[in-house]
């Protein structure tokens, strides 16, 4: 069973920074794409950024494109977001997926979910 684990959440104020990791499970970890998901109170579930199999290649959504980055570390199994220049608006439950292809932008790509870690940010 694929287990993906999300930590690093928590309050930060506006401006400052975040780093969420998220652990898995999974040996194919190092051919899959990883993504990071996000959903705000009242909200439907967004897109934040994906990273290929190899790191070689992501792709950030507007809102988070000039302030976080993502990165991964196959002999780790772990991939990472790095969130700078916080705002209140980046407020929510994130989530980091598994897909089952090298790389994808569409969200149906992505069939393992973590449980998500919170982020609140206070202005």
């Known amino acids: 069973q694929v287990q993906l684990l999300e930590s690093g959440g928590g309050l930060a104020q506006a401006g400052g920074s975040l780093r969420l990791s998220c652990a898995a499970s999974?040996?194919?970890?190092?051919?899959?794409?990883m993504g990071w998901f996000r959903q705000a109170p009242g909200k439907e579930r967004e897109l934040v950024g994906v990273?290929?199999?190899?790191?070689?290649?992501?792709s950030l959504s507007d809102p988070v494109r000039d302030r976080f980055a993502i990165s991964r570390d196959n002999a780790k199994k772990m991939v990472h977001l790095e969130m700078n220049s916080l705002k209140p608006e980046d407020t929510a439950v994130y989530y980091c997926a598994q897909a089952r292809v090298g790389w994808s932008t569409d969200v149906s790509s992505y069939v393992h979910w973590g449980q998500g870690t919170q982020v609140t940010v206070s202005s």
């Open positions: 990273i290929s199999w190899s790191g070689g290649a992501y």
């Open positions: 999974d040996p194919s970890f190092s051919t899959d794409a």
